[in-house]
Nanobody, 112 residues
């Protein structure tokens, strides 16, 4: 059974930082894309960052480029989203995704 566990959310003041983690287990694929999404209240879920396990290429939404960094451990079983210079508009539930599998969200709240 594939399981993704996201963690690291919380409450932070604007300008602060958080690091989200996503641990995957039960995965049999050797090559997959991993990513982070978020959904703010009343808005659709949006993709904010992704990484290819195969070649490590990354991509970011314009709204987070330069502030957020996606990375992974060497085994590719845990990946991270380092979020710096957080803004109130970054407040959302953050989700990790591996291939077609979703993890449960973790709440990030940025106070002004």
């Amino acid at each position: 059974e594939v399981q993704l566990q996201a963690s690291g959310g919380g409450l932070v003041q604007a300008g602060g930082s958080l690091r989200l983690s996503c641990a995957v287990s039960g995965f049999t694929f050797d090559d997959f894309d991993m990513g982070w999404f978020r959904q703010a209240p009343g808005k659709e879920r949006e993709a904010i960052s992704c990484m290819s396990l195969n070649d490590g290429t990354t991509d970011y939404a314009d709204s987070v480029r330069g502030r957020f960094t996606i990375s992974r451990d060497n085994a590719g079983k845990t990946w991270y989203l380092q979020m710096n210079s957080l803004k109130p508009e970054d407040t959302a539930v953050y989700y990790c995704k591996a291939a077609s599998f979703w993890g449960r969200g973790t709440q990030v709240t940025v106070s002004s």
